[in-house]
């Protein structure tokens, strides 16, 4: 019998996938877009994101263990969806070789400035690869090691209370904002990766409680985002924020220990961490699609392809700002398969249950 | 044509009849239908000189066995003595005592001989006597697990003792005991323990399956035999639980594992087993929970020195110096000042020297063993610093791992640490913080795909099973260890009485 992922596997694997590099990068994008107290933003993003989940609820509930490519295969020939496929498996694949690219270039930018990125990109790839072939009830296992070999970094920020001061935080309100619906598209990817559980589906039982899951990882997530946003906000100023790419390594560089410093160059190492769990659970996703378009394709070779295509793809973009260029447009494509997917399955499930009711009806 | 075929037939049986007829008569004990013959046994063993063959012409009794296999005690008083005491008539009433163990099979008869037994022939029947008792060496302290506090008393190479140091730890009618043999040539002896009624029966069938598929010509220790039945064998990580001390394979029975113990071996494996269990020791239960936890705790942080300490040092030295701290940076510096090479061959160099001291350490007697780790280590040391071959530094990260490495109570698992050290110490030389990471992630990621049993070998925390982790990263207080380690998958969860 085949082994079920377990519900507390799947809330961390997912807030592993969530939990990215975006932590690095949104307190700025919060200054930029929504100005002062601009953490708040993520309180709206997150209630989207909620609502986002709760498309999943349907998808879930009538989909009685069936995979989401039998339900749509069901509706539609298989031959009508494979663009459909193909887009959705790029997406998600180029989401996780970007995800690995920005790592690269930042990691190029605190420790490695003359090191070609490809070369790291490629390293991560391996790894993304190594961890893909054990399987995704492996992955999780491994997501759960991760985790918790990098979540105590948290509490670093404990570290910064001495200098955190509320007279940073002004009682205004997204004073000096603009673009606000930009920072918003820009802001929400930060929450993406629940939309993978529809595929987790037949690995899953009643237990698992993927809908339940998606949710608490991903209110989790917001969690820490709101913790990394308040500390941000109350330790940086408005302008400096807003002038600052990466103010979280900035803040861990600024931790001293007597036998050790500037120990954002061995932490930054461990966001390899979670973003190898974010990049391998996203190439498995793609993955079940490229198995599904070409039904030749054993699990390891979409495998292989996948993360061999878009790790290719991905060393287009030379430096970071393209890369992030890159991110960013791929993120808004995300929110389109996030929003999109589980309407149109949850769409082909109506019709199949509509057309069951029309048939016992003329019996 | 049929005809001629049975009167032929009919011939040679009559003459073969005839024949064990005046074998008989002559007082030789000769092969019923379906028995072992005592020729056919002298045969098979013929050129073995320490085999034993003693004759009771009176009696028409013949007695074989292996003198150094018996106990000359047992063999006196059970076999010999016995049939001194009996006329020839009476030898069949005497030969119906229990003891006395009718074998048809030859092959059984000859295995039996070999497993220290004693066959009596008698009118062409034979019987196997249990009479086991080699030499061995008494029951001792374990140099590999010693303990503070607790039971001094360590498994010999006897199975036979060994099961009566469980079974006297162990007072209940539950304790299974079932017998295998491992070996094509060596028909070793292996003995699977487990609880009725709290091991879970398919770990037992799969264990036994295991151990009983093994095929080879030999086994020669149970270290040998845990790598004949690995779900990975190609794995660095040991897969099952060893362990000389019969307190710690009693608490494994008690918890719902599986227990192997082999003749000859003195070390007997659990299974299932976890990653996190290679870091407990009796001595935890031994000491208040407190203490119990802290050196618990200090193990995992000597996990972690050993894995990582040597490595950061390179990556530091090499890639990343403005992480050392302005008032260290110059003894740093100075350190390294006179040594003209990369840091990661000066850590390599210096790992590698403490293996061989550690090595020559392990293989030379005792006494001059430890003068070799003493004199070696310093005079090394001292000599790799003033000649240039290293700095002051690096001798106390590397020194620091090895320390910390002998901290894990396994040898077999800190072993393999040790190695695992010089592939995060090559990927530090190459990518800095960066290869360190790296060869942490191809860690975790081999470690979640292991399995001990067929249950993962990162349980408790992967499975999450937060309730065996008041047993499992901390000693927690008795009361608060109330249940038996869910990886078992034990029907009887919680601890409690058995009724019977």
Redesign the interface.
Known sequence: MREKL?H??VV?MIYMVEAGLVLFRFPQMEAEYFGTNGWVSLLICFAAAALNILLLLPVHKMAQGRSIFDIMEQSVPRLLLLPFYLVIAAVWGMTASLASKEYVHI?KLV??PTVTPAL?AL?IGS?AY??YG?GIY?????A???F??SAWMTLLLGYFISEFQFARMTPFLFQGSHQMFVGFLNIFPAYLGFELVMLMIPYADGKTKLVRAAFLSTFFAAVLYLIVGIVCFGVFSLQQLKLVPFPVLDLLADI????????E??F???F??SN?VTSTVYYWAASQFVGRISLRLNSKLAGALIIAVCTCVSLIPDTLMETEAWVRNVGYAGIGVAIGLPVVVTGFLLLQKGKGRYGRDQK | MNLFQAIIRAIIQRTGAAKRDRADASGQAQRLPGSPSLRHVLDNLKNCADLTHRRYPEIRVDLVYFGHQVNADMLYRDVVHPLLQVKEQEVPLLLRQSQFQRTDDSKALITGILSGRAAVFHQGAAYLVDIYGPLTRSIAESETETVMVGPHDAFNENAEDNLSLIRKRIRSSHLKVLKLSVGEVTKTDVYLLYIEGIANMANVRKAYERIEAIETDGVYDISMLIQLIDDHPNSIFPQYLTTERPDSAVSKLVGGRVVAMMDGSPSVFSAPTSLFEFFSSADDYYQRWMLGTATRMLRFIAFGITIGFTA?YVAVST??Y????EN?LRTFVESRSRVPFPPVYEALLMEATIELLREAGARLPTKIGQTIGIVGGIVIGQAAVQAGFSSNILIIAVASSAIASFVIPSYVMSASIRLIRFGLIALAGV????G???G???M??H???LTSLGS?Y?TP????KFSDWVDTFIRGPFRAISKRPTQTQTPNLVKQKMKK
Not at chain 1, 138 to 142: E, Q, T
Not at chain 1, 256 to 261: S, W, Y
Not at chain 2, 431 to 434: A, I, K, L, V
């Open positions: 377990a507390i596997h961390i990691l420790s490695f790291f390293a790894l190594y961890l054990k492996n992955i999780a296992k491994a759960m090691i991760f918790f070999l001293r220990f007597p036998f050790m410093e500037r120990i160059n061995v930054y190492g461990f390899l961490f190898i | 950061l890639y990343h403005e992480m050392i701290p260290l990518w800095g913080n960066f360190l990471a790296v942490v992630t191809i975790v990621i470690l979640s795909g993962s990162l925390v992967a499975p999450f």
